[in-house]
């Protein structure tokens, strides 16, 4: 009796283990790990690039050979998911797609719009959506940009990667769009999705050599700069850097920054401030059944560099002086962010939204025009900018101590 | 030759037919009874002597090294002293020496002789005297090799039962300390004793305890690992049921708790029951040190169990079934690991566990200065050669060791067994399934747990069924002046311990 028990209760237990025969088991050295992609226009198709790492060459033990750290293979294939798959023919590993970390998409593809190609990292399996979305810049092709090897970070998409995600915390000049982000975004009413621009500086053919990462100044690198603007998911235009500031200080998301403004008692002269603290509250209010949009940013900062001359910050009234200057200028920069907005029809802010927020009913007039609304809508400023420091100095060092 | 042979053996039997039992008033000739019944074994002896104020003769037979020599000097010394004017009996005369029982057949005789008692047969007498004199060579009390502590007592049991006891009964001084005798084995006669404190201990647990020992039928018990074998609750599983210890203050403080323990002759470890999953976690130390610290180094043991566990069978199932979980960089770095390596991760594990069981296995058995040897060799193998010969990758190495690490910290070595067998199952599961296959397989581990019972009790008692009142001593450990009662899965009648209030100083 025990024995059948015991031998039944093997039999099953051999059975689910061997006749389910692992088949979805895959070996780390079977895997091609991608961590970067790139979409570019070829005729009809689109021409998919993928770079996979190289583990023996990135891994911190000397058993590489000394090779590229990251390998790219290019296919070409009416879906982005035959590409990939496509990707083993070049390739002597399977492409596993979980560890990406940067798309980009060339402003040709942009421009024509990007709903086609996102369906497939919405729909598979095997993405995961925290990877940054970018738009190459230029014209760059971004099959190009996966290619320069710089110093420091060897491969491309880690360079980039890295470079969006510390950037956000110290200069707050790029932006980070994760696929997640670009999905609310593209697919949300009263908001249009804005991209981060990447491009090469620098001569492309010398940044592809491994040359160009053993340099003290190498002659190519990547620059991460300006912002795309859509319009319907398709690319209309770009925002500059100080622009892209200026509208992750309108969307609060900016952690840490420095900015330069005129000195109050001089126009040449220039003083910096680093900011540290950062909220935005936003208010609607409707005024003749059109919304106004109160947009209050309140901002901690202490001095972090004075270049002007005679200015003695010993002194209290001197203090208000340098604040009110920075947020006079602040509020240029947003209203510059703005405006740039305005003039492509894309609300990127998300001021749809706002509204929607606190005026449903409104919203629902003004939902089906929003584009030709949008510019139309009265935005007021203000910046608070509290200066809590002066750093380790309280005055500038002159000639006449 | 082989028929000479056969007969000659007979003709040995021969005597046996003059066999009988009760006891001849000839002296000598119940010792040659005694002979004959004993196959003239080496060990047992004779002593003949004469009461002078009778005349009366007498023979006294002990078996050698069991019995205290000079008391059977002193029995023979004092005969001389030794009138029946006085009316003293025999009997009351060799109480003075040592407990005496009077018996009236060699059957009877014949066990007491053989464990520590001194026979004496007189002439004209029909019944014979037995001596308790029992007095073995033992081992010195030293500190027990297992449950070692850095602060607490260093006793540990050693291989007689009476030493035993008298380490329990010195540190529980209370008249309610009961010792209950047994002896089991139809032939090895093994002296057992269940010690409980009365109006502590559980009556129907004493009961079925009872019932449990009377029903062993066995010629043989050798040590405590035996008697746990025959009086356990379920004999399929891996876990242990019976809690066993080689420190007295540890049986003591299980006594306290109302649970009972059984002291067998010949084993330095003291049997507990019932006994409960965390308590195979908590060590004498806990109680020895500061609360606080033994509160996190009983919550590190906890971690360290699922590490001995799951460590390889996760690893597994992260680098084969889920390489999205790593983080990219890790996962870089072990891809590079892995480089080359010809077998699946799943062989590369069972291999390298394999190894380590074969080499912890040889470590025991070694003879020690042998020891270091196979050590050494032991991290050659693993630790080096292995990996770069390319034939492991050294992530598999470092988490093979890990859990070797990990498998250390059990304060009880009977359960780290279980552990080290349920992690082969889950390796296997985990190379079938993925996560799915460990979450299942620990699921089934779980609802297993819960099934079972330690005489009555649920063994993962406080956790489930949860007692919340008893969780100031499992998980972790509060300051004793909280434990104002006993643990309630295990004790019902005497529940309260102490009054002590929150120590502070006089305000």
Redesign the interface.
């Known amino acids: 009796m025990l024995m059948k028990r015991l031998s039944s209760g093997l039999l099953v237990i051999l059975s689910v283990l061997l006749l389910s025969g692992c088949w979805d088991r895959w070996e780390l050295n079977e895997l091609s790990i991608i961590t970067g992609m790139a979409i570019d226009k070829s005729d009809e198709n689109y021409e998919l690039t993928m770079q996979s790492i190289n583990p023996a060459e990135i891994a911190s033990q000397e058993i590489g050979n000394g090779y590229a750290q990251s390998f790219n293979t290019t296919e070409i294939a009416p879906t982005i998911h035959e590409s990939l798959r496509k990707h083993v023919n070049k390739s002597p590993r399977r492409a596993f797609i979980s560890h990406l970390q940067v798309l980009v998409i060339s402003e040709e593809v942009a421009r024509e719009g990007i709903t086609n190609i996102l369906d497939f990292f919405y729909r598979d399996h095997e993405v995961r959506s925290d990877f940054f979305v970018l738009v190459a810049k230029d014209d760059q092709r971004a099959k190009e940009i996966m290619g320069i090897v710089t110093p420091l970070e060897n491969v491309p998409s880690q360079n980039m990667f890295d470079s969006l995600q510390y950037g956000a915390r110290s200069y707050g000049g790029t932006r980070i769009v994760t696929l997640d982000d670009l999905y609310q975004d593209a697919t949300a009413p009263g908001i249009e999705p804005s991209l981060m621009g990447v491009t090469v500086v620098g001569d492309l053919e010398e940044g592809q050599e491994r040359s160009n990462a053993e340099k003290n100044t190498p002659s190519t690198t990547l620059l991460m700069e300006g912002l795309a603007i859509f319009r319907n998911n398709a690319l209309v235009g770009w925002l500059n850097q100080d622009q892209s500031k200026g509208l992750n200080y309108i969307t609060g998301d900016i952690r840490d920054s420095v900015g330069s403004f005129t000195c109050p008692n001089s126009q040449e002269d220039e003083f910096a401030l680093e900011s540290f603290k950062e909220r935005t509250k936003y208010d609607v209010r409707i005024v003749n059944h059109k919304p106004i949009i109160d947009l209050t940013v309140d901002i901690g900062a202490h001095i972090s560099e004075v270049n002007c001359k005679d200015l003695d910050l010993s002194k209290e009234e001197n203090f208000y002086l340098i604040q009110e200057q920075a947020e006079q200028e602040f509020v240029a920069t947003l209203q510059e962010t703005v405006k740039e907005a305005k003039a492509h029809q894309a609300d990127i802010v998300g001021f749809g939204q706002m509204i929607h927020r606190k005026h449903p009913t409104v919203w629902e007039q003004l939902e089906d025009n929003w584009a030709e609304e949008f510019p139309n809508v009265e935005v007021t400023y203000e910046v608070n900018i509290n200066i809590t420091d002066t750093g380790n100095i309280i005055n500038s060092f002159s000639e006449d101590d | 030759m082989s028929v000479r042979l056969r007969r000659r053996y007979k003709q040995n039997k021969q005597p046996a037919t003059n066999v009988h039992d009760h006891i001849s008033p000839h002296a000598m000739n119940n010792f040659h009874q005694i002979m004959k019944r004993t196959g003239e074994s080496d060990d047992i002896l004779h002593r003949s002597f004469t009461f002078p104020t009778t005349n009366t003769k007498a023979t006294l037979i002990y078996v050698d090294g069991t019995v205290d020599s000079q008391a059977v000097e002193k029995i023979l010394s004092r005969a001389k002293f030794y009138s029946s004017k006085n009316d003293e009996s025999y009997q009351s005369y060799f109480n003075e020496v040592g407990t005496t029982k009077l018996h009236t057949s060699i059957p009877g005789i014949l066990p007491e002789l053989l464990s520590g008692h001194v026979v004496i047969f007189i002439d004209g007498e029909t019944s014979a005297y037995s001596v308790s004199l029992l007095k073995m060579s033992e081992r010195t009390i030293t500190e027990p090799l297992t449950e070692t502590v850095i602060r607490g007592p260093r006793e540990g049991f050693i291989e007689s039962l009476r030493v035993n006891t008298s380490l329990v009964r010195r540190r529980l001084a209370d008249e309610k300390l009961r010792f209950e005798p047994r002896t089991i084995g139809s032939r090895t006669k093994t002296k057992i004793n269940i010690a409980y404190i009365e109006g502590i201990a559980d009556e129907s647990l004493l009961t079925e305890l009872r019932q449990r020992l009377d029903r062993i039928e066995t010629d043989s018990i050798l040590e405590d690992g035996n008697i746990e074998e025959l009086i356990q609750d379920a004999t399929y599983t891996p876990f242990p049921t019976v809690y066993s210890s080689e420190r007295p203050d540890t049986v003591t403080s299980h006594l306290l708790e109302g649970k009972t323990a059984i002291f067998v002759d010949g084993s330095p470890f003291v049997l507990i029951v019932p006994a409960l999953f965390v308590q195979f976690f908590h060590n004498a130390e806990d109680h020895t040190q500061r609360a606080d610290i033994a509160s996190l180094v009983r919550l590190l043991r906890f971690g360290a169990a699922f590490i001995a566990l799951l460590a390889p069978s996760l690893y597994i199932a992260i ?3 889920h ?2 979980l790593i983080p ?1 960089r890790l ?11 010809p077998f ?2 799943f062989i590369e594990a069972v291999l390298m566990e394999i190894t380590f069981e074969i080499l912890r296995e040889a470590g025991i058995r070694m003879p020690q200065p042998v020891g270091q040897a196979v050590s050494i060799v032991g991290a050659i193998v693993i630790g080096q050669a292995a990996v770069q010969a390319g034939i492991f990758s ?1 992530a598999v190495v470092i988490v093979v060791s890990l859990t070797a690490i990990a498998s250390f910290v059990f304060p009880s070595y009977s359960m780290a067994s279980p552990f080290r067998i349920l992690r082969f199952g889950f390796m ?1 599961l985990a ?4 996560l799915l296959g460990i979450s299942v397989g620990f699921t089934a581990m779980l609802l297993h747990l819960s099934s079972l019972k330690s005489f009555g009790i649920p063994y993962m008692s406080d956790l489930s069924p949860f007692v919340y009142s008893d969780q100031k001593d499992a998980l972790i450990r509060l300051p004793k002046w909280m434990m104002k009662e006993r643990p309630k899965t295990t004790d019902h009648q005497d529940v309260e311990r102490q009054h002590t209030r929150k120590p502070s100083p006089d305000r």
């Open positions: 680098t084969t079934f390489q999205e990219t996962l870089g770095n072990l891809a590079a690991q892995s480089e080359g390596t699946p991760t050294a296997g190379a079938s399934f993925g």
